[in-house]
């Protein structure tokens, strides 16, 4: 984690000391909400009130290219090296060289320049809404100060002037298309006209006054009927009550005074006078008396007179009422026309309205447009915006970028997270004892020793001691493995040993303990090096010990020890031969072998150990040896030690430390109970020591040699 760490540090420190450093210079303008109207009480464009969303919309036109464009070929940045160059520092050179190496030798194009300066224009400036008010920032970053400030400046005119230029092009179009749609409605507005004056003529509506004439005839008919009708029962009346006045014989004074008759009236009191007389002559003279007579001849006259007056008045009185009733008769007449006229004009006039609507709407519209384009007239020539900038910017006086501080911190960070991330892909992917804990957890057995790793040896035959009677040196000096106990009795390797030899004599308290078995889950795990050195230690302690190659499938110990031996196990179970004359005899540690003997054609090897006679080989060794020590075959490859449980008492597990998988040697465990019920303990060999130390540092290299040195223990 350490060196990553400072491996990241490093790269960081690089490349600050070889970033070319960069100023970044901003320029802030708003959005005002608040319009300048010139000569004008509404916008021809119809612009809409300043929002969030148009603010938004505002920013993605300052990132537009075409703003960007304006900007690079006013100040003509394609000729700029920072533009259309390298890209400067370290970096830069890097990636330079390399597109030099790919490219064809042909010079860029103007095209190609600008989209090339264009991507760099767009990669380092910075746009954005300061919060959720209507003021946009606008920044620029440039390995020149001065020039990052022109740039920020040249971006917020740029976007002013296009937008000033969109609204008058925005304008003079509306102005060309305002002019083409007032002729068209001017046409359509004289149309409608001339149809509502056409439809008049043709169905004789006449408009007097704002009423039509037809509506007003209809009054003055209807007006005119109404003082017939009465002219008529008044001459009616006045024709009846003469009537009634005809069949009385004298009409009375009211009567006569009604009639308002000067003749009647005269003729009436004469009557009256000579009937005053006549009644007084009549009483004074007689009833025949011719005074009374001639009275009552000139009353009769005067009678008739009065009947004659008043049937002339009746004449008159049937002539009024008879002109009276012509009359009403002629202007109903009149009426049903007008009427009839008056319903036709009717049906026409809901054509008319029609009309009429049509022409006022044309109107309208013909009105409203060429107010709309005096209005686009005037905006074109005073155009105005919204936009405006209210803190231009400045020459920066410190770099933008690299941040030293940053780039450290975010480099320690990383360092953190990538040797985090790298640690624990090695703890996640390490599936592998490295500690007695781990055995212990995983297996439920203890962990009786942890061999370190030893190095390169070289191995002498027992055939060639047994012949000398002691031990040959060779020219290479490094040690003999299995004789590392008798040849390094203070070493680390041989005080392990010797904790395995102390768990064997501890469990030899509970139960017997004598014959052991070393085994591993898989081949050249070092379970001939554990079983060796175990007898080896054993036997130059003092003991009887016997050390047999129960491995007859690959007898790799009867080649190391005893390569010309030419009887061993199997011809002793096979009763071919002496169990002593198969032994061979270390004279040194005096520790007993049985090799192997030959194994090449053997097929069912699980049958010859689980046999009788091994178990009666097992017996008598049991019987003459304290300490009898197989070295059995590893479980996973073959059956061999599964049949062994019957006169094994315990049995020793080697497992290679770091190489081993946990669940490998968890599942042959597992499927032999027999073996794991007599399991002694595991034993850890190949340790590194100077890694252990980082798993468990009771292990390492600081007890071993801080406080061991001092009873003489050495590597």
Known sequence: MVAIVSACVILALLYLFTAAPLFTSTASMVIDTRKVQLFQQSSVLGDLAVDSATVETQVEILKSENISLAV???????????????????????IGAVSGLFSDGRAPSEFEQTRQALERFEKNRTIKRLGLTYVMEIGFTSKDPAKAAKIANA??????????????????????????????????????????????????????????????????????????????????????????ILKQDIPDANVADALKNDTIVKLRAQYVDMASKESIWAMKYGADHLAAVNLRRQMAEIKKNITDELKRIQESYKSDYDIAVTREESIKSSLANVVS??????QAQVQLRELESNAQSYQAMYDNFLQRYMESVQQQSFPITEARVISAATTPLRKSYP????????????????????????ELGDKVFRTTSQVEEQLGANCVAILPALGATSVQSLGEKVLTGKLTKKNNPEPDLLRYVIESPL???????????????????????????????????????LSTNLAQLMAHGGARVILVDADLRNPSLSRALVPDAKIGLVDVVAQKTRLEDALIVDPQTKLSILPAGTTSKLL??????????????????????????????????????????SFIDSYVFVVEWGRTKIDVVKHNLRSSPEIQDKLLGVVLNKADTKLLA???????RYYYQKYYARYGYVE
Do not use: C
């Open 72 to 94: 690079i070929r006013d100040l003509h940045l394609i000729d700029d090296p920072e533009f259309t160059g390298s890209g400067g520092g370290l970096l830069g050179t890097v």
């Open 155 to 244: 971006i917020a005119d740029a976007y002013i002037v296009d937008s000033l230029e969109a609204k008058y092009q925005a304008t003079r179009r509306a102005s060309v298309w305002l002019q083409d749609r007032i002729k068209e409605l001017r046409t359509q507005a004289s149309a409608a006209q001339k149809a509502v004056v056409d439809f008049k003529t043709a169905n004789n509506i006449v408009d007097t006054g704002g009423r039509l004439m037809n509506e007003q005839q209809l009054a003055e008919v209807n007006s005119q009927l109404v003082m017939a009708h009465a002219a008529t029962a008044e001459a009616k009346a006045r024709l009846d009550r003469m009537n009634d």
């Open 341 to 346: 006229e008056s319903q036709l004009t009717n």
């Open 403 to 426: 941040k030293t501080l940053i780039i450290l911190a975010g480099a320690l960070f990383g360092g953190f997270l990538l040797s985090f991330g790298a640690a624990m892909a090695r």
């Open 491 to 529: 070493s680390r390797f041989s005080e392990a040993v010797r904790s395995v030899k102390v768990a064997v004599d501890l469990n030899a308290i509970v139960r017997e303990n004598r014959v052991l078995a070393t085994t591993s889950t898989l081949p050249n795990e070092g379970k001939s090096t």
């Open 604 to 645: 069912h090897t699980n049958e010859i150990l689980a046999s009788k006679a091994m178990h009666a080989l097992v017996t008598e060794l049991r019987s003459k040896f304290d300490y009898v020590v197989l070295d059995m075959p590893p479980m996973a490859p073959v059956v061999d030690v599964r049949v062994t449980s």
């Open 694 to 700: 980082r798993y468990e540092s009771y292990h390492g």
